[in-house]
Nanobody, 114 residues
């Protein structure tokens, strides 16, 4: 099982980015999926999560700005990030819980700067 994240980059404050993460391998279904981020010198934190049925949860710092979604047929999870702030700068990681085990994708860098 592998998770591949993409979509990071450099964006100005107030801008938008859309992150994608696709799982590959012998997977019948994926339970929970989520996005985490880690800024320099800080611990990795949950940004947003989505259950297999579509229930979502968000960190307070991104509520109203970020939207998580998933496409079960494509074994993918997405993170639409709007109104980006410099404090959103971090490496973003996707995670999928598959058959009771957590799998992480390699991070994708998001930099918010003018």
């Amino acid at each position: 099982v592998q998770l591949q994240a993409s979509g990071g980059g450099l964006v100005q404050p107030g801008g938008s980015l859309r992150l994608s993460c696709a799982a590959s391998g012998s997977i019948f279904s994926i339970n929970a999926m989520g996005w985490y981020r880690q800024a320099p010198g800080k611990q990795r934190e949950l940004v947003a999560g989505i259950g297999s049925g579509g229930s979502t949860n968000y960190a307070d710092s991104v509520k109203g700005r970020f939207t998580i979604s998933r496409d079960n047929a494509k074994k993918s999870v997405f993170l639409q990030m709007n109104s980006l702030k410099p404090e959103d700068t971090a490496v973003y990681y996707c995670k999928g819980t598959i058959y009771g085990m957590d799998y992480w994708g390699k991070g994708t860098q998001v930099t918010v700067s003018s």
